[in-house]
Each structure stands twice: as C-alpha cells, then as structure tokens.
C-alpha cells in the first residue's frame, strides 16, 4: 500500500548521481528500499512515477524538536525543475524491524 512518506523541503541535482529530494517525516520507522517505486505528488502537475536509488533517515540531534530528517535519490532523468517544494513523495515503505 503505497503512504505519504514526506513533503519536499528541498532538491538537490547530484552531477552523475541523481536528484536529491529531502523533507521531514512523521514516522522514522519507514525504510525506502533501493529500487522500490516512488511516486511523486505535484500540486497541478501530473504524478511522476520513478524508482528509489538510495534512501536515509538522518536526526538533527541539536534541533529542540529533533526533526527527522529524510533524503532520497531518484534516478538523474529527473531534475531539480521537474520536483517542486512542497511536492509529496509517497512509496510503499516497510517499517523497520528493532
């Protein structure tokens, strides 16, 4: 079942790599796997439907509301211009086993 993982705070175009998408989510537990489908929600835009290339959970420790903070990779078809702030990223994640 596909879920809203985050909202896009900022993109990055990675020279070779990809595009960097990060935002902050509401569940930690989630894990993206490498070459899972990542759909893209942009506000009147069509979908764009891709696959995820890496993904990472990572905590601003010294923030006083300890934001979790996500990055994602997409594949470098796409770039920075085709992915606006505020853009939802959604996927089927899994939740992580402790």
Known sequence: MMQRIFTVLDR???PGKG???TGVTEDDSLVIENGSTVIIKRADLPDIETRSLGFELMRNDWSPHKPKN???LLPDNLKKEDVPEKSEVWSAARRKKF
């Open 70 to 72: 996500m990055a994602l």
């Open 12 to 14: 990055f175009d990675i």
């Open 19 to 21: 595009l960097a998408l």
